[in-house]
Structures are given as structure tokens and as C-alpha cells.
Nanobody
Framework: QVQLVESGGGLVQAGDSLRLSCAAS????????MAWFRQTPGKERDFVAA????????KYADSVKGRFTISRDNGKNTVYLQMINLEPEDTAVYYC??????????????????WGQGTQVTVSS
């Protein structure tokens, strides 16, 4: 499976911006849909954003729509999550995921076969 490594997390204040990166290796990156999920202790891993293999379609959770932007650079085997106007509720471990190249069901965890180790994002009040 493709190996994924997230980076870019950190401690920020509410209203700040942060860009997460996910570097892929091991398989052909451009053949995968890519997504970001996030998880808080005691909660399920929730969908954040996804992008198709071609980059032509994106999907966002309602809670981040208008604030987060997912993008990918297939030439660099990297997917990004640009986060602006961060809120304390955005605090979580953010995970990058790679899955089958279909538009249907991009928001579901079950569609993804490879996951990164996660990067912590903490937003203080």
C-alpha cells in the first residue's frame, strides 16, 4: 500500500491558519483519491475533506466548508490541507488517507486503504 506521512501540525490560536502536508510513497500517488480525516480522543475519526485522483472534484465536511481547502500536487506526490480561521473545535489529530479512485463515498472511512500516522493540530481559545 502507499505510505503516507503527515506534517505541518502545531499549536495555534483561534483565527490562525495552518497548512498540513501529506507526502506519499510506495505506489503511484496519482491513481488514488486522497482525503483528510480528524480524530479527538474518545470520538470517531471524522471526515474533513477529500479530492479525486485527478484533482477535479473535492468534498468537504459541513463544519469546515469555506475554511479548509484540500489540494494535491501529483508531481510532488503530496496532498495539502489549507486551514484558515481555525477554531478550538478543530483541535484533533489529522490523518491523511488514500483510497480507490471513485467519486462515490469519498467521505467514508471504509473507502480508504492507507493511512498516515497523524499530525496534531491544537487550537487555543
Amino acid at each position: 500500500q502507499v505510505q503516507l506521512v503527515e506534517s505541518g501540525g502545531g499549536l495555534v490560536q483561534a483565527g490562525d491558519s495552518l497548512r498540513l502536508s501529506c507526502a506519499a510513497s510506495g505506489r503511484t500517488f496519482s491513481t488514488y483519491n486522497m482525503a483528510w480525516f480528524r480524530q479527538t480522543p474518545g470520538k470517531e475519526r471524522d471526515f474533513v475533506a477529500a479530492i479525486t485522483w485527478s484533482g477535479g472534484s473535492t468534498k468537504y465536511a459541513d463544519s469546515v466548508k469555506g475554511r479548509f481547502t484540500i489540494s494535491r500536487d501529483n508531481g510532488k506526490n503530496t496532498v495539502y490541507l489549507q486551514m484558515i480561521n481555525l477554531e478550538p473545535e478543530d483541535t484533533a489529530v489529522y490523518y491523511c488517507a488514500a483510497g480507490s479512485p471513485t467519486i462515490s463515498g469519498m467521505e467514508h472511512k471504509s473507502r480508504y486503504v492507507s493511512w498516515g500516522q497523524g499530525t496534531q493540530v491544537t487550537v487555543s481559545s
